[in-house]
T-cell receptor, first 112, second 116 residues
Framework: GNSVTQMEGPVTLSEEAFLTINCTYT??????LFWYVQYPGEGLQLLLK?????DKGSNKGFEATYRKETTSFHLEKGSVQVSDSAVYFC???????????FGKGTTLSVSS | DAGVIQSPRHEVTEMGQEVTLRCKPI?????LFWYRQTMMRGLELLIY????????DSGMPEDRFSAKMPNASFSTLKIQPSEPRDSAVYFC??????????????FGSGTQLSVL
């Protein structure tokens, strides 16, 4: 079945450091891929998405490129801020009418 | 729009008691999801509804768990009897599923359940 694997956290960075959170997936067909973010005490919210191979999703300085050849969708940001501290979830959606499948989440902590 | 509304925000109960979690989805959304979040397992899909009909309940742990959606604006997740291992954050989410892969879920703030 479909699944998502994320790098284990927590990830601890200083402000303005470069961020990479790895995500790989297993899926049949051509899934859509997503990154969701969960700020402390809140529900998840969509950060960015990509719906086909080689698409790049971007939002708030974060980027991720849909790589079919490596089945990956790594999240990157060139310069993190303290306000980026949150839990990041990689997710995929397969066939129409199916629910999103989430990875376990990666906690990011940014210090000033 | 007020977003997805869950209640209660926190619930502390004793083992064996019945627990009912409530969710009001965003008006106009036709899909509703219940997820459970724990440190060990991350975010797990329990069940989801489309047009008030349960589509996939394979994630419901066991018969102690049940979910209903009597109308488009309300859903409940019930645990009876509750056990300490049910302690987790339970999220409800809704979306507008128009026959395409589900793209954007809107999550509530969750219910933090502690079973003592």
């Amino acid at each position: 079945g479909n699944s998502v694997t994320q790098m284990e956290g927590p990830v601890t960075l200083s402000e303005e450091a470069f961020l990479t959170i790895n995500c790989t997936y297993t899926a049949t067909g051509y899934p859509s891929l997503f990154w969701y973010v969960q700020y402390p005490g809140e529900g998840l919210q969509l950060l960015l998405k990509a719906t086909k191979a080689d698409d790049k999703g971007s939002n708030k300085g974060f980027e991720a490129t849909y790589r079919k050849e490596t089945t990956s969708f790594h999240l990157e940001k060139g310069s993190v801020q303290v306000s980026d501290s949150a839990v990041y979830f990689c997710a995929l959606s397969g066939q129409a009418g199916t629910a999103l499948i989430f990875g376990k989440g990666t906690t990011l902590s940014v210090s000033s | 729009d007020a977003g997805v509304i869950q209640s209660p925000r926190h619930e502390v109960t004793e083992m064996g008691q019945e627990v009912t979690l409530r969710c009001k989805p965003i008006s106009g959304h036709n899909s509703l999801f219940w997820y459970r979040q724990t440190m060990m397992r991350g975010l797990e899909l329990l069940i989801y509804f489309n047009n008030n009909v349960p589509i996939d309940d394979s994630g419901m742990p066991e018969d102690r768990f049940s979910a209903k959606m009597p109308n488009a604006s309300f859903s409940t997740l019930k645990i009876q009897p509750s056990e300490p291992r049910d302690s987790a954050v339970y999220f409800c989410a809704s979306s507008l599923l128009g026959g395409r892969p589900n793209e954007k879920l809107f999550f509530g703030s969750g219910t933090q359940l502690s079973v003592l």
